[in-house]
Nanobody
Framework: QVQLVESGGGLVQAGGSLRLSCAAS????????MAWFRQAPGKEREFVAA????????DYADSVKGRFTISRDNAKNTVDLQMNSLKPEDTAVYYC????????????????????WGQGTQVTVSS
């Protein structure tokens, strides 16, 4: 099975930026769509952003649209999430996940569509 490891989390003030990275090991994730989810204490895991294998299509949650950018480098087996204009409500553990499909369909925002998950990286935004 594929192994996903997130990094780049930390503490940042509101309005600041962070860049998260997800690295795959064991094997590549060629031909798989990828996504970022997040989960705050007492809340369900929620969709943040996803992209197709080619990177041509990207989907974002309304709450992060215009502030976050998802990208991938298939040659390096990495998926990044650039987070700008961070808000306290962005505070959560962020998870990288692999979709079983190469493209993005109407169910790409659902947790159930992802088979492999990283351990998560904590992002804390202070005011």
């Amino acid at each position: 099975q594929v192994q996903l490891v997130e990094s780049g989390g930390g503490l940042v003030q509101a309005g600041g930026s962070l860049r998260l990275s997800c690295a795959a090991s064991g094997r590549t994730f060629d031909n798989y769509a990828m996504a970022w989810f997040r989960q705050a204490p007492g809340k369900e895991r929620e969709f943040v952003a996803a992209l197709s294998w080619s990177g041509a299509r990207k989907d974002y949650a309304d709450s992060v649209k215009g502030r976050f950018t998802i990208s991938r480098d298939n040659a390096k087996n990495t998926v990044d999430l650039q987070m700008n204009s961070l808000k306290p409500e962005d505070t959560a553990v962020y998870y990288c996940a692999r979709n079983s499909n190469s493209g993005l369909g109407p169910r790409a925002h659902l947790v159930s569509e992802y088979d492999y998950w990283g351990q998560g990286t904590q992002v804390t935004v202070s005011s």
